[in-house]
């Protein structure tokens, strides 16, 4: 059987299930719409250590951990643990681990990374490499602020086009050869776009052409029409990346509105908490989807999603050397048939 079909998208033959998943989420994150759906909060954003960047490290092994825990799972159980985060050479995974032991894949795509690493772990499964994987992602305000932009204490006011990076994680169980769903049954990888954006407050911009790329590309490469999912659901475009999005592909003739919905905006209250136009940062998709989505698929009440997490591609280096912005999204399908 041919995998591949058109350009970049790819069939699963396997039955390649989410076994479950796990969120935790920080103090303003848990102030918002989902609060009800992450499976732990925290109001201390330092959790406990002295620096922002070891609470990150410490919030990022926890979840996973706890996920093992109520799995009944040891870390030997689990073949590859596959996972990334912000920070520079993805520091904040590295050190998870480091204290898991579980043979370990580091990925960077930044807010892309949560569905990468679905795409890497599923494929380790269907080739019959693996036969159990855990991944996640993180992200923390605090750590992502003073890396990428201005330190906190300058208390730098944010333009109404930026957007807050999410104090969360997310982590899931992939296994393979499972009655019951949901499952990842197909992949579209990215390109890097370039949309000559370059101002790091707003990235939402940035990223929605490679989202819109990536939802078109999928579409026309398995000959499927918007109607035959339930949602298209973006990574952290927030309200600008959504609205450019939607304005977009209408423009190319799919109307996608009535069935798109994005993480970013979906994290936050963006009306009355001071979040700008919503949520981003690689534990943005992989905290709302294994909490919120993850619990919709469950339920029943999705039966098949288009899951398209974009990310921004830049760096402090990039930025200080005025390179435009290189974005990227990658896509999985997710349904309760296979």
């Known amino acids: 059987m041919r995998k591949k079909i058109g350009r970049q998208t790819y069939k699963f033959e396997k039955r390649i299930c989410i076994r479950d998943t796990r969120s935790i989420a920080g103090p303003i994150e848990s102030q918002g719409p989902l609060k009800s759906y992450f499976h732990e909060t925290f109001e201390d954003d330092l959790l406990g250590q002295d620096s922002f960047e070891k609470a990150e490290h410490q919030m990022c092994l926890k979840n996973i951990l706890s996920l093992l825990e109520a799995n009944q799972l040891n870390e030997t159980d689990i073949d590859i643990y596959i996972g990334g985060d912000l920070l520079n ?37 269907d080739g019959d490499f693996i036969n159990r994987a855990v991944i996640s992602t993180a992200s923390h305000f605090s ?113 996608i509105e009535n069935r798109y919905k994005d993480c970013g905006m ?18 943005c998709s992989s905290t709302v989807f294994t909490s919120y989505f993850y619990n919709k698929l469950k339920n029943k009440e999705l039966n098949k999603i288009l899951f398209v997490a974009t990310g921004a591609l830049l760096s402090p280096v990039s930025t200080g050397q005025k390179e435009n912005i290189p974005c990227i999204a990658h896509a999985v399908t997710i349904e309760n048939s296979k």
């Open 89 to 125: 050479q993805i520091i904040t995974t590295n050190l998870t681990a480091r204290d898991l032991k579980i043979p370990y894949w580091g990925l960077y795509n930044a807010c892309s990374t949560f569905v990468e690493a679905i795409q890497a772990a599923a494929v380790l499964l």
């Open 143 to 255: 750590t992502a602020e003073r890396q990428y932009r201005f330190p906190l204490e300058l208390g730098t006011q944010s333009p109404p086009s930026a957007q807050r990076t999410v104090t969360g994680s997310g982590a899931m169980i992939l296994e393979k050869s499972c009655l019951e769903g949901p499952f990842v049954t197909h992949m579209t990888i990215g390109k890097v776009m370039d949309f000559e954006q370059s101002d790091p407050n707003d990235m939402g911009s940035a990223m929605a052409i490679a989202a819109c790329d990536t939802i078109m590309t999928h579409l026309e490469d398995l000959d499927v029409n918007v109607e035959d999912y339930d949602l298209i659901v973006t990574g952290d475009l927030g309200e600008v990346g959504y609205n450019i999005t939607k304005d977009f592909l209408r423009k190319k003739g799919l109307n």
């Open 266 to 283: 979906l994290v936050y209250d963006i009306i009355n908490q001071d979040v700008m136009c919503g949520g981003s940062g690689a534990g």
